[in-house]
């Protein structure tokens, strides 16, 4: 049985870091796509970053340069590294794996929330001006 389970959600200033972690169990961690999604209060569920298997990310275009998404699969772990945090990046932050079918579209990986199936709980993140 997937499952996901983040941490290091936070309030922190405007300007401040945050390192999120997904820890996930029950499948082979590293045959899939990952991925952390967010969702703010009235606004839709939106794909921050996903990274692949091999390596390949894909980023949301208001987070590229501060966020990057990275994995330890001998810790079956995958991380968000949020720096110049701004009151917009204000949201519950969630942790998704694919469906088993991949994250690819056109060659290269999507942040196209049908591919992921399987998501955790999410962690809060506030950031304050």
């Known amino acids: 049985q997937v499952h996901l389970v983040e941490s290091g959600g936070g309030s922190v200033q405007s300007g401040g870091s945050l390192r999120l972690s997904c820890a996930a169990s029950?499948?082979?961690?590293?045959?899939?796509?990952m991925g952390w999604f967010r969702q703010a209060p009235g606004k839709e569920r939106e794909g921050v970053a996903v990274i692949d298997n091999d390596g390949s990310t894909r980023y949301l275009d208001s987070v590229k340069g501060r966020f990057t998404i990275s994995q330890d699969n001998a810790k079956n772990t995958v991380y968000l590294q949020m720096n110049i945090l701004k009151p917009e990046d204000t949201a519950m932050y969630y942790c998704?794996?694919?469906?088993?079918?991949?994250?690819?579209?056109?060659?290269?990986?999507?942040?196209?929330?049908?591919?992921?199936?399987?998501w955790g709980q999410g962690t809060q993140v506030t950031v304050s001006s």
């Open positions: 998704a794996r694919d469906h088993g079918t991949g994250c690819w579209v056109a060659g290269v990986v999507s942040t196209d929330q049908s591919f992921f199936g399987y």
């Open positions: 029950g499948y082979i961690y590293s045959s899939y796509c």
